[in-house]
């Protein structure tokens, strides 16, 4: 296993410690570890099935790991109750594969839906606007808030969903395949806009894909999931400079 | 069958098939029991969610009302035209408001808006749910500190229980209205004696029963609607089967419900 290197010196905010997850005699993750700094993208790569989507659900408490610590913000979250997870989830961001957006709601209520569940209860609807149409201009998408979901392109999709994660301004975004199904140039612009969002909000982001572009352009630091276990963590140069052929398969 | 196969392993097969069946039916009804409990644990919490409940109870009502109407208007035609030469045999065809008043008050009308209600209600549940869990809106809903559960769960039940059993008096009332359609055409019966007559011979006890078993079947239909949705498998076909399985779950469901809401009627009758 590589050492990791060029770790950005700043406070860890989401770690996980030897993190275990099993389906029945399927085990999928086997003592799963890792660390983001303050201000840091990592991505995590890993194969279809090899357990990434599966550590990400287990880091916002979708799934229940069977062993392990998942600390976030220096809360232990396999240790909190519900209100507490719902409280921390305020600070985490999720951008869904497949956007998630809700099929039933314009994207204005898609935005509001957050907002009004959490901290920002006793907002005015002044303020609300403001929130929403501020998510929507950063995401380039002002003028769309009164469109369904249905009406949309996958790219904007992506980008509706990126500004209802913005909202609530969270320390930490989760992005899961947050370019898959998308063609080349949208993929290229959901990057750019990742990008400057950690720059605009200081965010620390977690970023799955296996999009060896999107990791090339926005990983400070990588790790491979391989047999359920971080196979290999350090930078894109020193990872694709590996004689390792489970690591080189990545960079092919 | 294949010819060499012996007779006795195919019965063992068959009887193999049954039992594996029965067993995934009794899991089944298991998970339900364990998710009614967690939506009666959940409805009396805060928050209340009232707007979406309010929402769901316009979409119901409102997207039923249509339907139940046009289905009440033929079952009061033809049970009128039905039951009409039969009764002219006896020389009872005064009867005809009593006879069709108690029995769709009592039993055709809850049963037949109930049914109704089960493939517009609970397919739209479950098929909507099971979208929302397969394409991850659950998920999100989750991760953005709401309790999918309470959202979405909780209301569609509450909804289609409170509003079943005003389908249910108004599927009524349009059933009644054909079958006065039918009299007063055949019998020359003004509309305010067929109604005297009908509203003479219904009692107390004709209504209160039919509107709890109402209370029940709708608790039914959302019940099952939204545990086959929100526990949908993965992809379109998983929707399509939660959708179709809420139907015929439920269907099968209201006849137990109606068997026992009868039978109990009945020992309170006899005391």
Redesign the interface.
């Known amino acids: 296993m590589m050492d990791k290197k060029n770790i950005p010196n700043q406070e860890i905010v989401l770690e996980i410690k030897d993190l275990r997850k099993s389906f029945g005699d399927n085990h999928v993750l086997n003592g799963f570890n890792m660390q983001l700094h303050q201000g840091e993208n990592l991505v995590i790569m890993g194969k279809s099935g090899s357990g990434k989507s599966v550590m990400i ?1 287990c880091l ?3 799934l229940e790991a069977d062993s392990g610590s998942i600390s976030v913000m220096k809360n232990d979250i396999t240790k909190l109750d ?1 209100e507490a997870l ?2 921390l ?2 600070d ?1 961001g ?1 951008l ?3 956007s ?5 709601m314009t994207v204005r209520e898609n935005l509001e ?2 907002l009004r ?2 901290k920002q209860k006793n907002s005015l609807d002044t303020d609300i606007n403001e929130l929403v149409a501020e998510a929507l201009e950063n995401v380039g998408l002002a003028n769309t808030q009164d469109l369904m979901p249905s009406e949309l392109s996958g790219g904007m999709k992506r980008r509706i969903a990126l500004a209802r994660t913005l909202i609530l301004k969270p320390k930490i975004i989760l992005y899961d395949e947050p370019t898959s199904g998308l063609d080349p140039i949208t993929a290229k612009e959901i990057i750019m806009l990742m990008q400057e969002v950690q720059q605009k909000y200081g965010t620390s982001s977690l970023i799955i894909t296996h999009d060896i572009d999107c990791a090339r352009v926005i990983a400070d630091q990588m790790i491979l999931l391989i047999d359920g276990i971080d196979y290999a963590v350090g930078t894109f140069q020193e990872l694709s400079a590996s004689k390792d052929p489970k690591i080189k398969a990545f960079f092919k | 069958m294949h010819p060499a196969i012996p007779i006795y392993l195919v019965s063992m097969s068959g009887i193999h098939n049954i039992k594996t069946q029965f067993k995934s039916f009794l899991i089944e009804i298991g998970e339900l029991s364990y998710f009614t409990a967690r939506f009666f644990k959940e409805v009396f919490k805060r928050p209340f969610e009232l707007k979406e409940l309010l929402r769901q109870c316009y979409y119901m009502g409102n997207r039923s009302l249509f339907l139940v109407a046009i289905t009440g208007f033929i079952i009061g035609l033809v049970l009128t035209l039905q039951t009409r030469p039969t009764l002219q045999e006896f020389g009872a065809v005064s009867w005809m408001p009593s006879m069709v008043g108690i029995s769709i008050v009592r039993e055709i009308g809850p049963i037949i808006t109930a049914l109704v209600c089960a493939g517009r209600i609970g397919s739209g549940i479950g098929a ?1 749910l099971g ?2 869990r397969v ?3 659950i ?9 999918p559960f309470k959202y979405l769960v909780a209301t569609r039940v509450l909804a289609v229980t409170l509003m079943l059993p005003l389908l249910v008096f108004f599927g009524d009332a349009i059933a009644l209205f054909g079958s006065y359609l039918v009299e007063s055409v055949k019998g020359d019966v003004s509309f305010t004696l067929y109604f005297t007559q009908v509203f003479n011979s219904l009692e107390f006890g004709d209504i209160v029963p039919a509107t709890i078993k109402s209370i029940f079947f709708g608790l039914a239909i959302g019940l099952v609607g939204s545990f086959k949705g929100y526990y949908c498998k993965k992809g379109t076909a998983g929707v399509g089967k939660a959708a179709n399985s809420a139907v015929v779950f439920t269907s099968l469901l209201l006849f137990i419900i109606d068997f026992i809401a009868v039978f109990v009627t009945d020992i309170f009758y006899d005391l």
């Open positions: 659900k916002v408490g979708l519900q719902d409280i989830r305020a985490i999720f869904f594969q497949g998630a957006l809700y099929d039933s839906f957050p569940r959490h | 909507e979208s929302m394409t991850e809106q998920d999100a809903m989750e991760v953005s500190g709401t309790n």
